[in-house]
Structures are given as C-alpha cells and as structure tokens.
C-alpha cells in the first residue's frame, strides 16, 4: 500500500514550496472534518504528515487518529529534513 505524503500547511505555503508527491490538506480543513483525498482511502493507509515546524502536523495527526486512521506519522517541519 502506497504512502501518502501530506502537507498540512496553507494552502498559499503549499503553492510557495512542497514536497514532490505531496498533496496538500491544510490542518483548518482537517479539524473541519475536510479530508479530500483521505475520504477515498482505506484508514489503514499509511499517512506522513509535514508542516514548517511540526506542530500542525502533530495536531493534525491526533485529529487524522482519533479519526480511525491508524498508521499515521508526524515527520515533523519541512526544514528538519530532505523531503
């Protein structure tokens, strides 16, 4: 099963810069229960998340769980590493 790499900025950071692959589902959208691509997946999908600094995709983790997805993981702010 293929991984989907999210980025959980706005959707104006996503435009300025991203992660090749990455598709982009701001953190607002998110906790609004607004998950576009994630509606048509399974909740066993496994999930990377990224944000500037690694707080929204923390958040975002914990709304995409208590969701019922289930192989979600926080990488953390798009400066900490090569993406």
């Not at 607002?28 to 600094?53: A, F």
Request: hydrophobic fraction near 35%; charged fraction near 30%.
């Amino acid at each position: 099963m293929p991984t989907l790499l999210i980025d959980v900025r706005t959707k104006e950071e996503y435009e300025e810069h991203h992660a090749v692959d990455a598709v982009n589902i701001p953190v607002e959208e998110i906790c609004d229960g607004k998950l576009g691509v994630l509606e048509n997946v399974g909740k066993d999908t496994p999930l990377h998340l990224y944000c500037r600094s690694g707080a929204r995709s923390e958040k975002a983790e914990e709304m995409l769980r208590s969701f019922g997805y289930t192989d979600v993981v926080n990488l953390g702010g798009l400066g900490d590493r090569v993406i």
